[in-house]
C-alpha cells in the first residue's frame, strides 16, 4: 500500500474540502453582499484547479494505492458537495489502516 500517495490524497482533499467553504461562505458573501465580485473570481479558479487535481488523484489512486474503482468514484463524487471530502477522509483514513498518521 502506497501510504505516501493516500496521505498527499487525503491531505489535497482536506484542502479542496476548504476551498468549497471559503468558496461558498466568504466569497460569494463577498460578491453578492459586498458588490466583489473579483472574489468569487479568485476563490472559484483555486477551487476548480484543486478540484481537478483532486479527481485526478482519485484516478491515479485506483492504481497507485491501490483503492477500489467505487472509492474512487465515491470521492470524486464526495468533492462535488459542501463537507463531502470531509466524510469521506474517514474512509479513506480506514483504507490506510491504523497508520494514525496526522497531516
Not at 14 to 24: A, D, H, K, P, Q
Not at 81 to 100: E, H, M, N, T, W
Request: glycine residues 16%; without cysteine.
Amino acid at each position: 500500500m502506497n501510504q505516501v500517495f493516500l496521505r498527499r490524497l487525503r491531505i489535497l482533499g482536506t484542502i479542496e474540502g476548504v476551498s468549497t467553504l471559503v468558496l461558498f461562505g466568504i466569497a460569494m458573501p463577498l460578491k453578492y453582499a459586498a458588490g466583489m465580485p473579483m472574489a468569487v473570481t479568485i476563490a472559484g479558479s483555486i477551487h476548480g484547479f484543486l478540484f481537478l487535481a483532486l479527481v485526478g488523484m482519485f484516478a491515479a489512486g485506483v492504481r497507485a494505492i491501490p483503492i477500489s474503482r467505487g472509492l474512487a468514484v465515491a470521492g470524486m463524487l464526495a468533492a462535488v458537495v459542501p463537507f463531502g471530502p470531509f466524510v469521506l477522509d474517514a474512509k479513506l483514513r480506514a483504507v490506510g489502516g491504523s497508520g494514525g498518521e496526522s497531516g
